[in-house]
T-cell receptor, first 111, second 118 residues
């Protein structure tokens, strides 16, 4: 079936470095993608989204890149801070009614 | 997002009991989604509702699970005769319009209800 998956389950970075979290999706019909951050014991928090007619979108300290050719999505976090430590999920929307979530990547920021 | 209110935050039920999870969407949001999350896993879609209508329940187990979103009051996810495998975090999300369409269509999540079946 269609799925969204991640390459790395855990990413450890030094405070101040840039972080890159990757995600592969398999449904070429997906037209809307979202990155969520989830801290322990909390609900997912929206970070940034991108539509399939774009290949890059920037927010505050975050950038999402979409490569439709290889069905790849990435989240870049600039100057990573301890508060960025969390699990990050990519999600895709293709049926209009629901999001399909990947398995998550745990980001650990070392001081 | 604090705007989506879920209660209770933690719920303990014995096998065979019923669990009722409540979700009040953000003000102005008429679309509600329920997801289930097992430890160390991503969220799995369960059901999508609008006021008084179930739009998509393709992720709901066929038995024991039901959901509603009445004209007045919160959305309710009901699990009858709970089993240990129902233990999970259940998240509710809301959006002003259907996800993926138009502008500002991201879904905002509540803090979840953590169900433990003993």
């Amino acid at each position: 079936g269609e799925s969204v998956g991640l390459h790395l389950p855990t990413l450890s970075v030094q405070e101040g470095d840039n972080s890159i979290i990757n995600c592969a999706y398999s449904n070429s019909a997906s037209d809307y993608f979202i990155w969520y951050k989830q801290e322990s014991g909390k609900g997912p928090q929206f970070i940034i989204d991108i539509r399939s007619n774009m290949d890059k979108r920037q927010g505050q300290r975050v950038t999402v890149l979409l490569n439709k050719t290889v069905k790849h999505l990435s989240l870049q976090i600039a100057a990573t801070q301890p508060g960025d430590s969390a699990v990050y999920f990519c999600a895709e929307n293709n049926a209009g009614n629901m999001l399909t979530f990947g398995g998550g990547t745990r980001l650990m920021v070392k001081p | 997002n604090a705007g989506v209110m879920q209660n209770p935050r933690h719920l303990v039920r014995r096998r065979g009991q019923e669990a009722r999870l409540r979700c009040s969407p953000m003000k102005g949001h008429s679309h509600v989604y329920w997801y289930r999350q097992l430890p160390e896993e991503g969220l799995k879609f369960m059901v999508y509702l609008q006021k008084e209508n179930i739009i998509d329940e393709s992720g709901m187990p066929k038995e024991r699970f039901s959901a509603e979103f009445p004209k007045e009051g919160p959305s309710i996810l009901r699990i009858q005769q709970v089993v240990r495998g129902d233990s999970a975090a259940y998240f509710c999300a809301s959006s002003p319009i259907q996800q993926g369409q138009g502008q500002n269509t991201e879904a905002f999540f509540g803090q979840g209800t953590r169900l433990t079946v003993v």
